[in-house]
């Protein structure tokens, strides 16, 4: 399974930006896919997954990101509006084949693909 991230880049505070990430294989191979992000001299903070079972988010980004995915694209999307500047970070995208609990989707250990990441960046 290789996933491929796109749709970074610069955007002013209370802006939009769609994340992409493409994965190869089927469908199969990642039932449970999520975003992650990290920001410079921080810890890979798990952003949202989504899975059959539905959608989790972390408490900053609720509201304002949305998580989606495309079975027949195999492609996981992150929409992200009302930007802030600390919502800057690089951008991964992962895929796990077997769903874990909701509680535990935003954990890094439980995910075995990775996708390259895409810089965020939003001004001030």
């Known amino acids: 399974v290789q996933l491929q991230a796109s749709g970074g880049g610069l955007v002013q505070a209370g802006g939009s930006l769609r994340l992409s990430c493409a994965a190869s294989?089927?469908?199969?191979?990642?039932?449970?896919m999520a975003w992650f992000r990290q920001a410079p001299g921080k810890e890979r903070e798990g952003v949202a997954c989504?899975?059959?079972?539905?959608?989790t988010y972390t408490d900053s980004v609720r509201g304002r990101f949305t998580i989606s995915r495309s079975n027949a694209k195999n492609t996981v999307y992150l929409q992200m509006n009302s930007l802030k500047p600390e919502d800057t970070a690089v951008y991964f995208c992962?895929?796990?084949?077997?769903?874990?609990?909701?509680?535990?989707?935003?954990?890094?250990?439980?995910?075995?693909?990775w996708g390259q990441g895409t810089l965020v960046t939003v001004s001030s």
């Open positions: 992962a895929a796990r084949a077997i769903r874990v609990p909701s509680s535990q989707c935003l954990y890094a250990l439980h995910y075995d693909y």
């Open positions: 294989g089927s469908s199969l191979d990642y039932s449970l």
């Open positions: 989504i899975s059959r079972g539905g959608t």
